[in-house]
């Protein structure tokens, strides 16, 4: 049987042509790397994975159920 699953990747821009984000859109769910997460709400990397990483132990997360790699 093939696989049915599709990537694809979504690329948004305003009409002003100042700003787009482009993201990974798979089996229903899309995807930002950390430097377009930081670059979509204007801060750094580093103060993303802060977020990430508090995220992770309020949860009680384990780290490799939210990565995912392309």
């Known amino acids: ?4 699953q599709e990537t694809n990747i979504v690329i948004y ?3 002003d042509g100042k700003a ?19 670059k979509l709400f204007a ?3 580093p103060n993303i994975n802060i977020h990430i990483s508090n995220m ?8 490799i159920q939210l990565l995912r790699f392309f």
Do not use: C, E, F, I
């Not at 787009?20 to 430097?35: F, I, P, R, S, V």
């Open 1 to 4: 049987m093939p696989d049915t």
């Open 13 to 15: 821009n305003t009409l």
């Open 20 to 38: 787009a984000a482009a993201l990974y859109a798979k089996d229903g769910k899309t995807w930002l790397n950390q430097k377009q997460v930081a």
């Open 43 to 45: 801060t750094s990397v």
């Open 56 to 63: 992770l132990v309020k949860k009680g997360w384990a780290r």
